[in-house]
Each structure stands twice: as structure tokens, then as C-alpha cells.
């Protein structure tokens, strides 16, 4: 009987992702299209099929190995859109103090949220609790003096005049910022206090309604700006009406996000078993930690 003999493989072959040998039913047409033995003439688009799809499997792999709850992710991303209109208003309008420290803590905000969706690390707690506390502060100043710099006289008589519903609603964003402060502090320090194997920690319930509140200071900043503003010496850019509309939106959506997260992030023990066979523990209170009964179970 004599030996079928087989041609080396190719350079390209070598190093082909295995992913893409063992998926070759997903790949379809895009593997006839991309075979070397292929003689027809399009076969040189090979390199460009493999490319992108070996970009496509890693960019899939990446997100499936992060640690923290989807709802994170996606709360990060609505913090830079916040982020991106904090942004938006410094290009408009003459830029005073508090514009620059609120973009930051956005900045810093949105990043802690997506490390933790990606690492599961809960020090971000404590970060974005800092956040708020600096918000807080940043938001009484703003009640107190107006528009001005640590520099410049403070202005205390908009307290009197036609700009005090803007004063008042601010010091309601400083509580709100506090409230969100104290929750992330409360949560960190207590990871498994209230959890129970159908919802998740209490404290992302009740830091959906502190973000809730956020619609009761944007909506109503922009409508004073739009009227008891106009045609005084007061009166504000149209875009920042347009933004603290917009505000009051992605505030709703960080509330539902919130929501669905204290919703699904319970210590089921179907979601242990499911993350177990993956090879990970999941991080379902935005922390590593676990309810006591979802451990029995998975035990």
C-alpha cells in the first residue's frame, strides 16, 4: 500500500486562527472564496477576508471576557455622551469654572465604569463615589456664586433676581450628586447586604431613582433659560437649553440601566452554573462578591 503524500502547508496556513478551521460551516462562502486552491480570480482577496475576520473574532473574544455586569458598559458609555455634551457647551459658550471640573468628572466617571464592566474591580465604588462628592461641592459653589472663578467676586445676588430658580435647582444637583455619593459608599461597603437569588443589590434600585431626579433639575433648567432668562442681560445660548434637554433623556436611560441591572444581577443559581462551565465566576453586584445562597448552591 503506498503512502498518499501531502504537500507542506502553505505560509498562510500555518498561521490561520484555529478559530476560523473549526468554524468553517459560520464561515461559509467566505471560506470558498478565500481557499488557495482556488483558480478563480478573486481568490486574491484572501488576505483581506482573513483580516477582517480575525478582527471580528477578537474584537467578539474581548467582549466576552470582561468580568462586570453588561449594564456597567453601557452606563459608561452614556457617562461619555454626558461627557461629550459637558464638551459640546465649552465650544458655545464662555467657559467658567464649573464647566472643566464637570467635564472631568465625566471623563473619570466613564472610565471607572468601564474598567469595572471590564475587570469587575471594585475600587471603581469608590472612585465614582469621589466623583459625586466633588460634583456635590462643585454644584453648591455654582448655587452660591454664579458663573464666576475661585478669583472673581462671588455673586450672591442672583439669589434676588431672575436667576434664582437656577440657583435653587442647582443646589437640588448638589443633593442628587450626594445622594449618588453616599449610594456607591453604601454598596461598596456592603456588596452582599440585601441580595437575594432574584435581584441584585438594593442600592442600584435606589441609584436608578437618585438618577431618575435628574430629569426634575435638567428639564426645568432648560425651560427657566428658554423663559424667565430671555431678553434679559441674562439670557443663555440656545444650546444650552438644547443640552439640558438632552441631559434629562440620558438621565431616564442611566435610570433603566440601573434598574435592569438590580433586575438580572440576583445570585441565581442557573447564572452560576452558566458562568461556571464558561470558566468564570460572575461579578453580579458589580463586585466579585456573591450572595451567601447562590455560593451554597453552586458549592
Known amino acids: 500500500m503506498t503512502a498518499v503524500s501531502r504537500a507542506p502547508p502553505s505560509h498562510r ?21 478565500c481557499d ?43 457617562v461619555l455622551l454626558q461627557a461629550v455634551l459637558t464638551a459640546s457647551l465649552m465650544l458655545r459658550v464662555e467657559v467658567f469654572a464649573e464647566l472643566p471640573v464637570t467635564l472631568a468628572c465625566q471623563l473619570v466617571t466613564s472610565l471607572s465604569l468601564l474598567i469595572h464592566w471590564r475587570t469587575g474591580y471594585s475600587g471603581c465604588f469608590v472612585l465614582r463615589a469621589c466623583m459625586s462628592f466633588v460634583r456635590c461641592v462643585n454644584c453648591l459653589y455654582w ?23 437656577l440657583r435653587i435647582l442647582h443646589v437640588a444637583a448638589a443633593v442628587r450628586q450626594l445622594a449618588n455619593g453616599i449610594s456607591l459608599m453604601l454598596q461598596h461597603h456592603g456588596p452582599q447586604c440585601g441580595v437575594s437569588e432574584r435581584r441584585g443589590h438594593p442600592q442600584l434600585l435606589y441609584r436608578g431613582i437618585i438618577r431618575c431626579t435628574g430629569v426634575f433639575v435638567q428639564f426645568p433648567l432648560g425651560v427657566v433659560k428658554l423663559t424667565a432668562l430671555e431678553a434679559t442681560r441674562f439670557e443663555r445660548d440656545p444650546w444650552e437649553v438644547v443640552v439640558n434637554f438632552s441631559r434629562s433623556i440620558v438621565a431616564v436611560l442611566e435610570s433603566f440601566s ?29 463586585t466579585a462578591a456573591v450572595g451567601p445562597a447562590g455560593r451554597k448552591r453552586a458549592a
Open 13 to 33: 496556513q500555518q498561521h490561520q486562527p484555529g478559530g476560523l478551521h473549526q468554524a468553517g460551516g459560520r464561515c461559509g462562502s467566505w471560506n470558498k472564496l
Open 36 to 78: 488557495d486552491d482556488n483558480d478563480d480570480p478573486l481568490a486574491d482577496r484572501r488576505g483581506p477576508c482573513m483580516c477582517i475576520l480575525t478582527l471580528f473574532l477578537r474584537m467578539q473574544q474581548w467582549f466576552e471576557a470582561h468580568r462586570g455586569h453588561n449594564q456597567l458598559g453601557i452606563r459608561g458609555c452614556l
Open 143 to 165: 448655587s452660591i456664586c454664579g458663573r464666576v472663578w475661585l478669583s472673581e467676586r462671588c455673586e450672591v445676588e442672583g439669589w434676588w433676581d431672575v436667576r434664582e430658580p
Open 258 to 286: 440601573l434598574w435592569e441591572q438590580w433586575r438580572t444581577a440576583g445570585a441565581r443559581p442557573s447564572t452560576l452554573s452558566r458562568a461556571s462551565a464558561a470558566g468564570r465566576m460572575p461579578l453580579l453586584l458589580d
